[in-house]
T-cell receptor, first 114, second 113 residues
Framework: DGGITQSPKYLFRKEGQNVTLSCEQN?????MYWYRQDPGQGLRLIYY???????QKGDIAEGYSVSREKKESFPLTVTSAQKNPTAFYLC?????????????FGPGTRLTVL | DAKTTQPPSMDCAEGRAANLPCNHS???????VYWYRQIHSQGPQYIIH???NNETNEMASLIITEDRKSSTLILPHATLRDTAVYYC??????????????FGQGTELSVKP
């Protein structure tokens, strides 16, 4: 099956610890994205990448870091500098071909910082 | 901020068509209208998108007005599994933050038996 996987589905961490969320896609998409969703709210862009070894900040990048060493993978690290890390994190990917830029989402990781 | 306005909630009888409206009066010439839906605690699901012309796929139809200031998503035969929050999104070009998706509050559609 082609798609996007995120793991784990639920994650608990103590305050002050860094945590890395996994995102893998086998859709051969060039672009990948990380969004954050808070209860009752829409999604906000954290980081995005359109090519391997390159990535750009989104609207709320502070306290987060990413890497793009492989086309298939775009892990997100939530650092201790993120002041309110408890949220639902969603990874997405898309083609960059004209007219085929719809983003496909993974199932999400719900992070709770205790 | 989202550039779209949607009603917060709608009901639809199972088997009937669900028509979800969206206003996007400030849309630019190179911006597409996208529709996604999100079932509780799941990732958003892409439904359909369009620029000027009406579009149809296996899930839904998208009707965009001639002035592009509003659109309607049509689910032709709603089922209970279509109960979700539906988001209408005006998406910028890829050079603008990768064509990020700005989700507003959406419309919570309840399909009832």
């Amino acid at each position: 099956d082609g798609g996007i996987t995120q793991s784990p589905k639920y994650l608990f961490r103590k305050e002050g610890q860094n945590v890395t969320l996994s995102c893998e896609q086998n859709l051969n998409h060039d672009a990948m994205y990380w969004y954050r969703q808070d209860p009752g709210q829409g999604l906000r862009l954290i980081y995005y990448s359109q090519i391997v070894n390159d990535f750009q900040k989104g609207d709320i990048a502070e306290g987060y870091s990413v890497s793009r060493e492989k086309k298939e993978s775009f892990p997100l690290t939530v650092t201790s500098a993120q002041k309110n890390p408890t949220a639902f994190y969603l990874c997405a990917s898309s083609s960059l071909a004209p007219g085929q830029n719809e983003q496909f989402f993974g199932p999400g990781t719900r992070l709770t910082v205790l | 901020d989202a550039k779209t306005t949607q009603p917060p909630s709608m009901d639809c009888a199972e088997g009937r068509a669900a028509n979800l409206p969206c206003n996007h009066s400030t849309i630019s010439g190179n911006e597409y209208v996208y529709w996604y839906r999100q079932i509780h605690s799941q990732g958003p699901q892409y439904i359909i998108h369009g620029l000027k012309n009406n579009e149809t796929n296996e899930m839904a139809s998208l009707i965009i007005t001639e002035d592009r200031k509003s659109s309607t998503l049509i689910l032709p035969h709603a089922t209970l599994r279509d109960t979700a929050v539906y988001y209408c999104i005006v998406r910028p070009a890829l050079y603008n933050q990768g064509g990020k998706l700005i989700f507003g509050q959406g419309t919570e559609l309840s399909v009832k038996p």
